[in-house]
């Protein structure tokens, strides 16, 4: 089935940046489009952004829309998510799923996620 492995979370005051990654384990995710997930304490999950094989981005947030945004290398299998003015409201578990081929099919291939914490 394979899923993905998500890193470079941590933790860092408002205003900063953060650059998440997730890379493919035991499939290939160039054949889909590929989406990033958060999930705040007692919130459910919810998808931020998504960007299809060719690159075409989907927000799926409007809390994150003009400060993150994705990016993926095919080949590399890996996906990025890039967040800038980060706020206290973005502490969340970040996950990365497929989303079928364009955005709107199943989540699957969760990884385990990645700790994002804001906070001064």
């Known amino acids: 089935q394979g899923q993905f492995v998500e890193s470079g979370g941590g933790l860092v005051q408002p205003g900063e940046s953060l650059r998440l990654a997730c890379v493919a384990s035991?499939?290939?995710?160039?054949?889909?489009?590929v989406g990033w997930w958060r999930q705040a304490p007692g919130k459910q999950r919810e998808g931020v952004l998504c960007?299809?094989?060719?690159?075409?981005?989907?927000y799926n947030s409007d809390a994150v829309e003009g400060r993150f945004t994705i990016s993926r290398v095919n080949g590399a299998k890996a996906v990025y998510l890039h967040m800038n003015n980060l706020k206290p409201e973005d502490t969340a578990v970040y996950y990365c799923?497929?989303?079928?081929?364009?955005?709107?099919?199943?989540?699957?291939?969760w990884g385990l996620g990645t700790q994002v914490t804001v906070s001064s």
């Open positions: 799923a497929t989303e079928g081929s364009d955005c709107t099919g199943p989540a699957d291939h």
């Open positions: 035991g499939f290939n995710s160039d054949y889909y489009a």
């Open positions: 960007i299809w094989n060719d690159g075409h981005r989907t």
